[in-house]
């Protein structure tokens, strides 16, 4: 499962059901700087000068249109230019952007890091090795934001038959170190001894990973498979303010319509139902979490 079913999710969520009309690109458009493009039926549809058109997760802005020719201005509203291949959807006047989606999802991505939330993914460090006339450890490889804080810290006991992973129970993470010293600017201060010459085991608490595309996986972002309803939703909060989902717009509207039918507030009251929802999910997701990984004294 990809990011783009998290894009599809948040827009369905905040269309309420009305689809936008999708045409398809008529031919490749093979590098960035290219404004003149061909879209299938686009002399018979609602693309005209003024309109925004979206390719992919670029937004153009048209300029001119002559039959199935479409003059644009490539990289509209912040989105990035790249190339296309014919066949791609072209979505006309999009109420929400997918490069604002993807934007959105990942503001809810560092928002759900927060320690307010509780959400995390666990990660490990096993390349250090110990030395008993050492005590401070350069974390290397890793930067002071992938380390949220270290769970635990444990080395291999050989005097032992059975597999066993003694649990080192004083120590300190120290950041901003000098990089002469620490070049990670990490430093983990062992005040408990362990096996000289045994691999350490760091277990630490990392934010969940970015998206870096349409195509990067759920399970990429460490966010736990029960977890995944949690973006989209974050998503969709983000994007209401300021711009009623689609339920709520005029335009979606008969011409009978009625001015109380979207009394002041109806907006508040749709994103309060999604914050509520989101907020129970979250904490339940950050028990499941705390029972999995239970601070440990």
Known sequence: MTAQAWI??????????????????????????ETTIEVTGAGDSGIVPGVIIEIGMEAMYVSAVAGSTVSVIRAYGGSTAITHTAGDICRVSPKFPTYRIFEALNNDLRDLTSPDSGIFQMKSLQSITYNAAKQGYDLTGLTSEEVQSIYSVTYTDPVVVEAREPDIRKWELKRDRATTSFASGLALVLYQQAFPGKKLNISYK???????????????????????DLPPLGAAISLMVGTPIRREFIDAQGS???????????????????????????A??????????????
């Open 206 to 228: 990392s934010p969940l990973t970015l998206l870096t595309s349409t195509a990067s996986t759920k399970a990429s972002t460490g966010l736990a498979t029960t977890a995944y």
């Open 8 to 33: 599809d999710e948040t827009r369905d969520m905040l269309l309420s059901g009305y689809v936008e009309e999708l045409l398809l690109l008529a031919s490749n458009i093979g590098t960035i700087s």
């Open 256 to 282: 009978s319509r009625r001015a109380e039918e979207v009394p002041p507030g109806a907006i508040s009251a749709s994103m309060r139902d999604l914050w509520g929802r989101r907020d129970n999910r979250i």
């Open 284 to 297: 339940a997701e950050a028990a499941r979490l705390h029972a999995m990984y239970p601070q440990r004294s």
